[in-house]
């Protein structure tokens, strides 16, 4: 009896770490809804080792996030025209998000990251790094304020 007792036990005690195995959230899979939305963004040069780049160097573009298939998407757009799309994610305490460019033969020749910290609803505050062939680096302060 006490054998039989025993492997019911396990056997229930198995059942229990599935199932709070599959309650477990996959946070680089978090939708946080208050991103959604068109934003303001405003970046300014800190540090750069690229000929034609400066520290001070400033751009202002127009960011659409949404969601896709629970993926971050960043169109990021100039004069009402998408220049490049982050992808990424929310890690539970920032936003992670990529681009890169290949060259014609699938080389990649410019990666952007970008990371996002939420300051409160309608503003986020980060950084934007431009990693490029030939140890060529650009960084940029990015603040974003969302449309009202």
């Not at 992808?87 to 970008?114: H, P, R």
Request: include cysteine.
């Amino acid at each position: 009896r006490e054998t039989v007792l025993q492997l019911k036990e396990a056997a229930l005690l198995e059942k229990q770490n599935r199932l709070d195995s599959t309650l477990k959230l996959d946070t680089s899979r978090l939708v946080y809804q208050p991103v959604i939305g068109l934003w303001s963004a405003k970046m300014v040069c800190t540090e750069t080792t690229c000929q034609g780049s400066a520290v001070g160097d400033n751009k202002t573009e127009q960011w659409d996030l949404s969601y896709q298939s629970n993926s971050l998407i960043a169109k990021a757009m100039v004069n009402n025209k998408i220049s490049r799309v982050y992808t990424g994610a929310y890690t539970g305490n920032a936003f992670e998000l990529t681009e890169e460019q290949t060259d014609s033969t699938g080389g990649v020749v410019t990666k952007m990251i970008v990371r996002l910290n939420m300051v409160d609803s309608t503003r986020m505050q980060g950084q934007r790094q431009i990693i490029r062939e030939g140890d060529c680096r650009i960084v940029y302060d990015l603040k974003l304020e969302k449309h009202s």
